[in-house]
């Protein structure tokens, strides 16, 4: 049997059942990235863009600037749901945000070192350990700016539009929440990213009845169907709009004359083990 914390990773980064994972790093000798794809290409897991989603607890809100105009995303996590709710907690990730605002530090150590005795002062009150995890800020520069916070700050979203007001700005932000868009436009997928996927693609489709006999020119079209429906839907422009799905996000916005600049989603916990869970005994158990 593999490594059980490599199995531990690969299923929570795949969902794939623990023999499975076991299968998957045995023919790939324990590497993590191509046990992944192994899994895909025999349609075990279900896509990368959903695999990393493990909860923790905390705040991602999105602060305006209320005399420059630009916002601040970030996201600052906390040991329990509890205090996560708390209205101390919120008022302490609000003056965090309103130090970041002043102060643009260049990255979240720098902000560390600006809030030291914001932390110091809410440990010793609310009795918990906190982390600044991420943050993005977004500059005015005379565009329109809007945000939405999902949940009450389990998700958090910021974007700068060219054109359009504040409710449309609102809208897009509601439907980034809802979506979960990885890029702006097709186009810009990295070309990287573009080429693993085709090869995920094409050895998946060796082991696809339906596909194993389709002349190379007819199989080639077929794949990269797959691959631009996979990286459509995550893309911002190429996903059907939220308040209106007859039409694409990006037909809605040429309608409007409006241009998505740039956007930030932050969800709490997106990629951190809120608990360890007693993973060993079950890999035990399952291998007797």
């Known amino acids: 049997m593999a490594d059980i914390k490599l199995i531990k990773e690969l299923r929570d980064r795949t969902g794939a059942g623990l023999s499975d994972c076991n299968a998957a790093l045995a023919a790939c000798n324990n590497d993590i990235e191509k046990a992944c794809d192994w899994l895909r290409e025999k349609g075990i897991a279900k896509a990368a863009k959903k695999a990393d989603r493990i909860a923790a607890e905390g705040l991602a809100l999105a602060v305006r600037c209320p005399s420059c105009g630009k916002t601040v995303v970030l996201e600052v996590n906390c040991e329990t749901d509890f205090v996560a709710k708390g209205d101390a907690f919120r008022a302490f990730v609000e003056n965090i945000a309103k130090v970041i605002l002043k102060e643009e530090p260049k990255d979240v150590e720098a902000a560390k070192a600006l809030t030291t005795d914001l932390f110091a002062d809410a440990t010793v009150k609310m009795g918990e350990k906190f982390d600044l995890r991420r943050f993005t800020i977004?500059?005015?520069?005379?565009?329109?700016?809007?945000?939405?916070?999902?949940?009450?700050?389990?998700?958090?979203?910021?974007?700068?539009?060219?054109?359009?007001?504040?409710?449309?700005?609102?809208?897009?932000?509601?439907?980034?929440?809802?979506?979960?868009?990885?890029?702006?436009?097709?186009?810009?997928?990295?070309?990287?990213?573009?080429e693993h996927e085709m090869s995920v693609q094409k050895e998946a489709a060796k082991n696809d009845e339906k596909l194993a006999n389709k002349p190379a020119p007819v199989l080639e079209k077929i794949l990269e169907g797959k691959i631009n429906k996979y990286f459509a839907e995550m893309s911002l422009e190429a996903q059907p709009f939220l308040m209106d799905d007859s039409k694409t996000v990006g037909q809605f916005l040429k309608e409007k004359g409006v241009k998505v600049l740039k956007f930030v989603r932050y969800q709490v916990g997106e990629g951190i083990e809120k608990r360890k869970d007693d993973f060993a005994s079950e890999v035990m158990a399952q291998a007797k």
């Open 138 to 194: 977004i500059p005015s520069d005379g565009n329109v700016i809007g945000s939405y916070i999902h949940m009450g700050g389990k998700i958090a979203v910021a974007v700068s539009l060219s054109g359009g007001d504040d409710e449309l700005a609102k809208q897009i932000s509601m439907h980034i929440a809802a979506n979960n868009p990885q890029y702006l436009a097709i186009e810009d997928v990295p070309a990287e990213v573009r």
